[in-house]
């Protein structure tokens, strides 16, 4: 019981936070791209409840902000200027789920004021609309090329697994070939060949061709290790014994053994990969500018001057954590499941 | 026994002290330093972004190793960094022939090479040998050539050498700064083997390169740290007739990004910082009392930023590059973009006010030749898009910029991304581009790659670049300028001036080169500043601060906005705490 308590909570709360990034344009009160460079490196909005005169409102509220004569990013905020907080306002234009044009939002404060939750970066764009918008990125492009290296990885190795010979010592050799060769350097070349323009559904789907099928090599030797010991287990052997096939072997009891190992291996995969689309943003392989993404937002964040003046342009690293944390529950609550029945089953 | 012969021993050293004393005071021709005298002793450390790649002065053409060899080497005239003009060096001085192509050099006399080995006319007429070999490739070979033709070398005597320039040379003297002279007796056999390109690699030992600089190789230790040690024989001295350099020891430590060079400089593990990004300045600058340095601000630098079309005309191949450049080719288009584009707002977000606005490639920080009368660019969003329709082009109800043809206005930015400003830059045109209709999409790319795509291929559309001049001297720019220049980047391989505006602009430059007063040439220089700032082949953006920082103690500590910003007079620094202290 408890424990399908806790896979109830992890999926909602992964579910949650993918509808969130989803409708990224609805939840963020600002467009990922407007620059609002009057307002560069503003530290996070403070909401208020009581006023500079110290009275209690119920409706949250922020006061306008203005850049201190002279100073680079010292924001004073102007007591007499006070913007409550509205919801379902109207503001930027977006697409909703990327096909309804919509303009309202979640929340929001008349302009002058500006609400920017986790405040804003070089540019004066905001933080929080940003983290929304990269996430549809990130998520996806991390989780669509974690499920692609793991099919190939899965497949590959317990083909060879199973197959042993020429065909396991043929797949293996090819894997190695993967995770030896100097990617960085062929990437070079494909950027070469590949045309400059690149609209950001194609440079996605390149983002999560590239890394799918650069990382099967290590999923694929694991797959291999497990399928070549299951193959030894006596009721493998006892079904071969009584005649089943190759196939039947592979599908029935071999492939099941290597389920825990391929969640595992997703929930390591997928923080990697949402990381890796960094590199490809260096060599102008990735999403790129303005177009955010969590890796490059912490990318951005590693420089030894945003690290020492402006803290809240770490927030970018912070957000996937608790993500990140719910893949590894839901990798783990999924495995116990997994185990519980086979053992189930065992028992019977 | 033993006593009296240690005694005697130390007193026949003492004698040999005392001669060489006085016998350099007696013939040494030595050069008496202005600045500031100093205190002897003390060692300083700075960082250097990555290991030299060789010694060797010949073959040497990278910033590093240039970097090293210039302080262990020394050149005939050389170019002082804060004043920008040529003073003496090696050569105590020269006379200029009427016609400016005749120059000859007096040496300074009995000086030493930092092995002890004495320096005449013939190591001078070597080295220029060495440099002037077709088969040498010498990066200073280039320098030395006026109209294609190398110049002529003579020795008159042991201390007076002749050079002969095929033709009127403007900028004559100044080609010889940073032209190391070679100590013969070390090289020549080298150089007869036809193996000098080969000789003093990094695994040479540090005695065996010599040189006339302010000090000399002790220790190399790859991927760490390279140690120089006082040159004992050098050829300055300061007003109080003390020798230079005042330094024991200058050690680089190697440091690769710029991130890890602010934190060793903070911690104190080096004392000089050179080359600081604005960010990092701003970082810095609070803890300038608490941590006893001092961050300077030198002024602009010579390095200019800009927004460049392709307006070559060999992308036939290519049919949506060559489908943009008839919008490219058009000067109201490239004027409309340069009007659009918010330059302070670059100086303020991306350099933090530490930058100045640019018009012409000659920064303000170039004193002699800057023009004053060409105004800055200025941001109007209504002017570029009346300059856009004077041009045909026209919007669409969504707002989107259509040319004539209807098609939208939309091309690629390349930029390296392996520099944070320019990357900085390419967001905020996108930005500045999309209010007058134009999608401009940025690609950085990792810079050997963008460098291949505007030098080799051709294949972009639009790039943002920089490029520092090495000298105020406009000449060092002339590849740039002139139609038919090796890197004539925004149309490269030019037989013809594909345009009357180039056409102009190599007369003049041409013109200005064999002028040899200097309020003609800056006559004709302005032109050339007026030409680029009318027709933009590149759309200038800005140049930056040359930032840079140094403990405080630090005497004669004098920054300057040519290259080697902060130890090109490492001989005049001098700790102005007592050397026991650090």
């Not at chain 1, 992890?10 to 009057?38: C, I, K, M, N, W």
């Not at chain 1, 405040?119 to 492009?141: C, H, K, N, P, W």
């Amino acid at each position: 019981m408890r424990q399908r308590g806790k896979f109830m909570f992890v999926v909602s709360a992964l579910v949650a936070v993918h509808l969130l990034v989803l409708f990224a344009g609805f939840v963020a009160p600002y467009d990922y791209a407007t620059q609002d460079r009057d307002h560069a490196y503003v530290h996070p909005t403070r909401v208020h409840l009581m006023d500079c005169a110290g009275r209690f409102h119920l409706r949250p509220f922020v006061y306008v902000t203005s850049l201190q004569e002279g100073a680079l990013s010292d924001y004073r905020e102007d007591c007499s200027q006070p913007a409550p907080i509205r919801f379902f306002t109207r503001g930027d234009e977006y697409l909703l789920a990327g096909l309804i044009p919509s303009q309202l939002h979640l929340f929001g404060v008349a302009s002058p004021a500006r609400l920017y939750l986790l405040g804003t970066d070089e540019f004066g764009r905001d933080q929080f609309s940003r983290i929304v918008y990269g996430g549809e990125v990130s998520l996806f492009a991390g989780l669509l090329a974690a499920l692609l290296a793991l099919v190939i990885g899965v497949l590959a190795g317990s083909i060879a697994g199973a197959s042993g010979g020429w065909v396991d010592e043929t797949i293996m050799r090819v894997s190695e070939l993967f995770m030896a060769v100097p990617w960085f350097y062929l990437l070079l070349a494909l950027r070469a060949v590949l045309p400059l323009k690149m609209d950001p559904v194609s440079a996605f789907i390149l983002v999560v061709g590239v890394i799918g099928v650069l990382n099967w090599g290590q999923p694929a030797r694991l797959v291999r290790g497990v399928v070549l010991s299951g193959r030894e287990q006596n009721f493998v052997q006892a079904a071969r014994g009584f005649g089943a096939g190759r196939l039947y072997i592979l599908k029935r009891h071999l492939l099941p053994m290597t389920f825990s190992l391929a969640l595992t291996q997703m929930a390591v995969l997928v923080p990697r990969f949402i990381l890796a689309e960094v590199l490809l943003s260096f060599l102008g392989l990735g999403i790129g500018e303005p177009f955010p993404s969590w890796g490059n937002m912490i990318n951005e964040a590693q420089q030894y001057h945003v690290l020492v003046s402006y803290w809240w342009m770490i927030l970018p690293a912070l957000v996937p954590v608790p993500v990140f944390l719910g893949y590894h529950g839901l990798a783990d609550a999924l495995r116990e499941k997994l185990q519980s029945q086979v053992r189930f089953r065992g028992d019977k | 026994m033993i006593r009296s012969r240690l005694l005697s021993f130390r007193l026949a050293g003492l004698l040999v002290l005392c001669s060489l004393v006085a016998g350099a005071h007696a013939q040494q021709d030595l050069l008496v330093s202005t600045a500031e005298s100093g205190i002897p002793g003390g060692k300083l450390v700075a960082a250097l972004r990555s290991e030299p790649r060789s010694f060797n002065p010949v073959t040497a053409d990278d910033q590093v190793s240039v970097g090293i060899i210039s302080r262990v080497m020394a050149d005939l005239v050389h170019i002082n960094r804060a004043t920008q003009s040529t003073e003496p060096a090696l050569a105590r001085s020269w006379t200029v022939s009427k016609d400016g192509t005749v120059f000859t050099v007096k040496l300074r006399r009995g000086l030493k090479f930092s092995d002890g080995a004495p320096f005449n006319a013939d190591d001078v007429i070597f080295s220029f040998k060495v440099y002037l070999d077709e088969k040498l490739h010498s990066p200073h070979r280039d320098l030395l050539m006026v109209a294609g033709k190398p110049l002529r070398v003579e020795k008159l005597d042991s201390w007076t050498v002749r050079f002969t320039f095929p033709s009127p040379y403007a900028t004559l003297e100044r080609v010889f700064d940073t032209v190391p002279m070679l100590p013969r007796h070390l090289l020549e056999k080298d150089y007869l083997e036809g193996k000098i390109d080969q000789a003093w690699g990094l695994n040479t030992p540090p005695d065996k390169i010599v040189g006339l600089g302010p000090f000399r190789l002790k220790q190399f230790v790859p991927g760490e740290r390279i140690v120089l040690e006082r040159n004992p024989y050098y050829w300055k001295v300061d007003s109080k007739g003390q020798k230079l350099p005042y330094l024991d020891e200058l050690t680089f430590l190697i440091v690769p990004s710029q991130d890890a060079q602010v934190v060793r400089f903070e911690a104190g593990d080096t004392q000089v910082i050179s080359g600081l990004s604005a960010d990092n300045f701003v970082a810095l600058e609070p803890q300038q009392n608490s941590r006893h340095f001092k961050l300077y601000d030198a002024g602009p630098s010579l390095e200019y930023n800009f927004l460049m079309f392709n307006l070559n005309d060999d992308t036939q191949a290519n049919a949506e590059v060559a489908g943009k450049q008839q919008w490219f080719r058009d000067v109201r288009f490239r004027q409309a973009v340069s009007a659009a584009i918010d330059r302070a707002a670059i100086v303020r977000l991306v350099y933090h006010g530490r930058a100045t606005i640019l018009s012409t490639h000659i920064t303000p920080g170039n004193k002699l030749w800057f023009n004053k009368a060409i105004k800055p660019p200025v941001h109007s969003t209504d002017k570029a898009k009346e300059l856009f329709k004077s041009a045909g082009f026209s919007w669409n109800s969504s707002g989107k910029l259509l040319d004539r043809a209807g098609q939208p206005v939309e091309f690629t930015i390349l930029v390296s991304s392996s520099n944070a400003q320019r990357s900085q830059m390419a967001t905020m045109l996108q930005e500045d581009l999309k209010q007058v209709g134009i999608t401009a999409r940025a690609v950085p790319m990792e810079s050997r790659a963008a460098i291949n795509r505007v030098l080799g291929s051709h294949d972009y559309d639009a790039t943002i670049m920089g490029i520092a001049s090495g000298d105020i001297d406009p000449t060092s720019d002339t590849n740039v300028f002139m139609s038919n220049g090796q890197t004539h980047l925004w149309h490269l391989g030019e037989e013809t001036p594909a345009t009357p505006w180039e056409a102009e602009m190599d007369r003049v430059l041409q013109k200005q080169l064999v002028t040899l007063n200097y309020q003609q040439r800056r006559k004709l220089y302005d032109r050339v500043q007026e030409i680029e700032a009318e027709e933009l082949p590149l759309i200038y953006l800005v140049t930056p601060d040359v930032l840079v920082g140094a403990q405080e103690t630090l005497g004669n500590f004098r920054p300057a906005v040519l290259e080697q910003y902060t130890l090109w007079n490492a001989d005049e620094l001098f700790w102005r705490t007592p050397a026991g202290k650090r």
